[in-house]
């Protein structure tokens, strides 16, 4: 009886020098600081597109050109956001929770997607003017973009990223107002029922924008909030 007791004890001291030797192995390997750089790549990418979604609706000039451009930018995100999640199924060690990696590489580009999907309207709908409405959407898009840029640069620190996820959340709330009056006028003066679904898509797809920006910012304030 003494015996086993014994070895009981060493079998609990082996395991206990076991467990500590793995942590140490894992204290020596780096976290992968790469992420930072694919968003912070990615960003910048949404942003671009969201500028170029702006500035095509406010003219309207060259617009199937300029929609394909477009379409390169989204694309490139796509690309990035595969990229992400390559390196994710490859990465032992991440910089923050692996399940945050994923939902903020998957709400950027579903931001850009609407982005594109607000370009490819125009395209697929011929709409050749639209109401300022909609420019004023691609704007409150354009400054969200910008936000989490913003945020995106401060992941590593988290200096004054939650100031940028309010303001997110803010333009969110406005852009809501802004889609409310705008469907609201729309219905009260346009006359040509086609015209009408045509644009009310529009700033239907414009809105959800600006929710997934929202979305984005979300998963940014679970990332501080988990780290602090």
């Known amino acids: ?27 020596l390997i780096p976290k992968e600081v790469k992420f930072f750089e694919m968003f912070a790549e990615m960003s910048a990418n949404l942003v671009a597109g969201a500028r170029l979604l702006q500035d095509i609706l ?45 939902r903020l590489a998957t709400s950027l580009d579903d931001v850009l997607d609407f982005v594109y999907a607000a370009g490819e309207r125009l395209s697929m709908y011929k709409i050749t003017a639209a109401p300022p409405a909609a420019a004023e959407l691609a704007g409150i898009v354009v400054r969200q973009s910008e936000q989490i840029a913003k945020a995106v640069s401060m992941l590593e620190k988290h200096d004054r990223l939650l100031d940028c996820c309010v303001e997110i959340n803010r333009l969110e709330n406005e852009a809501d107002t802004v889609a409310r009056k705008a469907i609201g006028h729309l219905f009260e003066h346009e006359k040509d029922p086609i015209a009408l679904i045509k644009i009310k898509e529009l700033y239907e797809v414009l809105e959800r924008a600006t929710d997934k920006a929202e979305d984005v910012a979300n998963v940014l304030e679970s990332v501080v909030l988990k780290s602090a």
Do not use: C, W
């Open 58 to 102: 406010a003219d309207f000039r060259d617009t199937e050109a300029r929609v394909l451009d477009l379409k390169k930018i989204e694309h490139s995100g796509d690309e990035i956001t595969h990229s992400i999640m390559i390196k994710l199924n490859q990465t032992f060690i991440t910089p923050f929770d692996r399940e945050d990696i994923h």
């Open 1 to 27: 009886m003494v015996l086993d007791r014994k070895n009981a004890v060493s079998a609990r001291q082996i395991g206990y020098t076991a467990t500590l030797e793995n942590t140490r192995m894992i204290q």
